[in-house]
C-alpha cells in the first residue's frame, strides 16, 4: 500500500476516488506529550542500569523530543530473565489456552484502534513520515496484521504420520521460546507487530529492540501491553544503540531466535553472532535494490503512478522501493517525461500537513549518504531530469530527484539509495531485462507492468524477487509471506509462513502394544 495525495492506495493501485474533504480526515495532536521513555521489564517500567539516557529528535523540526533511557547488556540480561520466566511451564503465560492468546491479540488491535492517532503522531514526530501515511498505511497494517494472527492462535496443528504397524507417529509445533526482535527505523510501528504477532500467536516471549532513531511507539506499545493483561515478562522492550544492546540480543545465550529487519551489513553481524553463540535461529529481511519492469503494452497511466509512489513513498526510506526502473525503449522517453511530471508535482514539507507526500530523511548521516549518491549519478554521466537538491531552509528535506539515461554499473542504479530518488532505465528485449534485473546481490521485491499474461508469468518465474507484484506495486498483506532471496534476507514474515519461523516441529513415536485388546 502506498499514498497519495493523502488517499490510500489499496492493492498496490493508486485510488483515482477523490478524497474525503479535509474535516472528515483525522487530525495529529500537535501538542502530544510523551508519556513512556523507560524500560519496559516484567510490565513495569525501569530506569537503565548504567543511568544513562539518549536523545531522539524530531527530523522535520531537528529539534530534541526527550531523553528516553538506554538500554544496555544488564538491561537485555534483566529483560531476558522476565522472559525466560515468563516462559516456564506452570507459568501463567505457558498455562494459557490458545484460544486466549489469540483473545489477547485482538484486545491489543482494540487499542491500537483506538489509540490510532496517539500512536500515528507519535510516528510521525519520531520518524517525520506524513502524518495521515503513518495513520491510514502503517496502523492499518498493524490492526490487521494482529487479527490476522489472533485468528491463527487456536490453528496451529501438527500432523499425523503413518508408519510402521504396531507405531503411531505425530508432530507437534511448539513455541520456540525466548525471541530476540531487533526494528528498523523507516517503519517502526508496523515492522515491530509483523514480528510480536506472530511470536504470541505461537505462544513465545519476546525481547524487543526498537531503532534507537525512533523508540517512542514501540515504548507506548509496552503501555498498552500491560492494559490489555499480558502476563509480566511476555514482552519486554529495551531501547538503546545497536553495538550495545542489539549485540547482547544477538549474542545472548538464552535467545532461542532473532528477528531483524534493517541493513545487509548489520544483517550479516547480527547471523555471525548467532552462529558464535548458541546457533539461535535467525530471519533476516534486509535490502533491495528492486526493479520495476515496464514494457511497451503497459497501462502506461497505472505504470507511471505506481513506479513514483513504489519510491518516494515513505521519503523513499523503503527496503521494497522501486529504485531501479526499467523501462522497454518505445515507450522510455513519454515514460520519463511523465515520471518527471509526477516529481515535480510532489509535495514536500511539514509531515502533519494533511497535503503533505514527503517529509524529511530521518537523520543528517541519510541525508548526506543520498545527496552523496545524487552527486555520483551526476557525476557518472546519468541525466539528472529534476530535483537534485536539499531544500534550502527546511532541515533535512530533499526534492524529489529523477534521473534519466541511467547505465547498469553507476551507483545509483547498484545500491541502495534509501531516499526520494528516481533511477530510470530503458531495456530492449524481455531476456535482456531479466539478466539485467538479476544482475544484483538483492532479491527482496520486483514488479512488472505488461498487459500480457504470458509476458507477465514469465518474467515472474524468471525474477529472483521473493515477492514480484504484476501491474501494481507495495501490495502488501498481513496473509501474504514476505521476504527476500539472496542477499535481501532468510525467512518469511507475514502469512502462515511466519508461524514456521517461531515454532520448532516435534515428533513423537508411540510403540503399541502387541497384546490383543
Known amino acids: 500500500m502506498a499514498a497519495l495525495n493523502g488517499a490510500v492506495v489499496e492493492n498496490g493501485q493508486p485510488d483515482r476516488k477523490v478524497p474525503p474533504p479535509p474535516p472528515l480526515l483525522p487530525r495529529p495532536l500537535r501538542s502530544l506529550e510523551v508519556k513512556y521513555t523507560k524500560i519496559f521489564i516484567n510490565n513495569e517500567w525501569h530506569e537503565s542500569t548504567s543511568g544513562k539516557k539518549f536523545p531522539t529528535y524530531n527530523p522535520s523540526t531537528l529539534e530534541k523530543i526527550c531523553d528516553i533511557e538506554e538500554g544496555d547488556k544488564p538491561d537485555v540480561d534483566n529483560a531476558v530473565e522476565a522472559a525466560k520466566a515468563a516462559f516456564q511451564r506452570g507459568a501463567p503465560w505457558r498455562q494459557m489456552d490458545a484460544l486466549s ?59 499425523t504420520i503413518p508408519v510402521d504397524e504396531n507405531f503411531v507417529c505425530f508432530t507437534r509445533h511448539e513455541p520456540m521460546g525466548v525471541c530476540g526482535a531487533i526494528t528498523p527505523w523507516n517503519f517502526p510501528l508496523l515492522m515491530l507487530v509483523w514480528k510480536m504477532a506472530p511470536a504470541l500467536c505461537c505462544g513465545n516471549t519476546l525481547v524487543i529492540k526498537p531503532a534507537e532513531q525512533t523508540p ?14 499480558f502476563p509480566p515478562g511476555v514482552v519486554n522492550i529495551v531501547p538503546g544503540y545497536g553495538p550495545t544492546a542489539g549485540a547482547a540480543i544477538s549474542t545472548h545465550h538464552s535467545i532461542d531466535k532473532i528477528a531483524f529487519t534493517g541493513s545487509t551489513k548489520v544483517g550479516k553481524l547480527i547471523k555471525e553472532a548467532a552462529s558464535k553463540s548458541n546457533l539461535k535461529r535467525v530471519t533476516l529481511e534486509l535490502g533491495g535494490k528492486n526493479p520495476c519492469i515496464v514494457c511497451a503494452d503497459a497501462d502506461l497511466d497505472l505504470a507511471v503512478e505506481c513506479a513514483h509512489q513504489g519510491v518516494f513513498f515513505n521519503q523513499g526510506q523503503c527496503c521494497t522501493a522501486a529504485s531501479r526502473v526499467f523501462v522497454e525503449e518505445q515507450i522510455y522517453p513519454e515514460f520519463v517525461k511523465r515520471s518527471v511530471e509526477y516529481a515535480k508535482k510532489r509535495l514536500v514539507g511539514d ?85 539485467r534485473a538479476n544482475s544484483t546481490e538483492y532479491g527482496l521485491t520486483a514488479a512488472v507492468f505488461t498487459k500480457n499474461l504470458d509476458r507477465a508469468l514469465t518474467l515472474a518465474s524468471a525474477l529472483q524477487s521473493g515477492t514480484v507484484w504484476i501491474n501494481c506495486y507495495n501490495a502488501l498483506y498481513a496473509q501474504a509471506p514476505f521476504g527476500g532471496f539472496k542477499m535481501s534476507g532468510n525467512g518469511r514474515e507475514l502469512g502462515e509462513y511466519a508461524l514456521a519461523e517461531y515454532t520448532e516441529v516435534k515428533t513423537v513415536t508411540i510403540k503399541l502394544s502387541q497384546k490383543s485388546p
Open 216 to 229: 517512542l511507539t514501540s515504548l507506548y506499545i509496552g503501555s498498552l501491553i500491560k492494559e490489555v493483561g
Open 351 to 435: 509531515p502533519f500537513d494533511a497535503r503533505t507526500e514527503q517529509g524529511p530523511q530521518i537523520d543528517q548521516k541519510q541525508f548526506d549518504k543520498i545527496l552523496e549518491l545524487i552527486e555520483s549519478g551526476k557525476k557518472e554521466g546519468a541525466k539528472l531530469e529534476c530535483g537534485g537538491l536539499a531544500i534550502e531552509d527546511r532541515g533535512l528535506f530533499i526534492k524529489p530527484t529523477v534521473f534519466s539515461e541511467v547505465t547498469d554499473n553507476m551507483r545509483i542504479a547498484k545500491e541502495e539509495i534509501f531516499g526520494p530518488v528516481q533511477p530510470i532505465m530503458k531495456f530492449k528485449s524481455i531476456e535482456e531485462v531479466i539478466r
Open 101 to 159: 492468546r489469540g483473545r489477547l491479540l485482538h484486545k491489543l488491535a482494540d487499542l491500537l484502534e483506538r489509540d490510532r492517532v496517539i500512536l500515528a503522531t507519535l510516528e510521525t514526530m519520531d520518524t517525520g513520515k506524513p502524518f495521515l501515511q503513518a495513520y491510514f498505511i502503517d496502523l492499518e497494517g498493524c490492526i490487521k496484521t494482529l487479527r490476522y494472527y489472533a485468528g491463527w492462535a487456536d490453528k496451529i496443528q501438527g500432523r
